[in-house]
């Protein structure tokens, strides 16, 4: 069974600019997430989504952070102007029952 | 209000056991895991806990206290390789997951 898929894995910008992120679950699996991880911290939740629909947002920066997953299936992470904070990792993950399969992650470079 | 708390760091010598403590307090509760994620790569699932008690898979232990919102992770017969950060999670009503900041473990020869 192929695992979750993310793009790029690195990537370097500089402050104020607009980068994406993708992400293809594990096929059947519904629920999908998108997270922070900042060096040294917990993985944070930006976005979760049960099949096309949001089910929690709470955390996203809505104001530079957006995502969509329009059929269902992959989805895409955006920043637009991106700020020096947002260097991190962003780990996509999905879900069926109990537990979450992670995707190897994008490493952002916010310079 | 949901927090989380974990030990920063650990170290411990090849061959022993080290225990990792895990508090929560959160506005739901569904489960208990626990995840390894060595340096750069994603987390990988460990162990799941829902009821009181101790779950063994291993060399590695989970044990959960409901009532006192306290978990633990027992890793035996260190091993070089067990070097790694370990995310305890809290499940939220099965809906999301909240993470600790992780206890980063040094295992030295």
Redesign the interface.
């Known amino acids: 069974e192929a695992g979750v898929a993310q793009s790029p894995r690195y990537k370097i910008i500089e402050k104020r600019q607009s980068v994406a992120f993708w992400c293809n679950p594990i096929s059947g699996h519904a629920t999908l997430?998108w997270?922070q991880q900042i060096l040294?911290?917990?993985?944070?939740?930006l976005i979760?989504f049960q099949n096309n629909g949001v089910?929690?947002d709470s955390q996203l920066p809505k104001d530079r952070f957006s995502a969509e997953r329009l059929k269902g299936v992959d989805s895409t992470l955006k920043i637009q102007p991106a700020k020096l904070e947002d260097s991190a990792v962003y780990?996509c993950a999905s879900r069926i029952e109990?537990?979450?399969?992670?995707?190897?992650?994008t490493r952002l470079t916010v310079t | 209000g949901q927090n989380i708390d974990q030990p920063t760091e650990m170290t411990a010598t090849e061959g022993a056991i080290v225990q990792i403590n895990c508090t929560y307090q959160t506005s739901g509760f569904n489960g208990l895991f626990w995840y390894q994620q060595h340096a750069g790569e994603a987390p990988t699932f460990l162990s799941y806990n829902v009821l009181d008690g101790l779950e063994e898979k291993g060399r590695f232990s989970s044990f959960l206290s409901r009532s006192k919102g306290y978990s633990y992770l027992l890793l035996k017969e260190l091993q070089m390789k067990d070097s790694a950060s370990y995310l305890c999670a809290v499940d939220n009503y099965g809906q999301n997951f909240v993470f600790g900041p992780g206890t980063r473990l040094s295992v030295l020869p």
């Open positions: 997430y997270y040294g911290q917990g993985p944070k939740l979760q089910v929690d780990l109990r537990e979450q399969y992670f995707g190897p992650g």
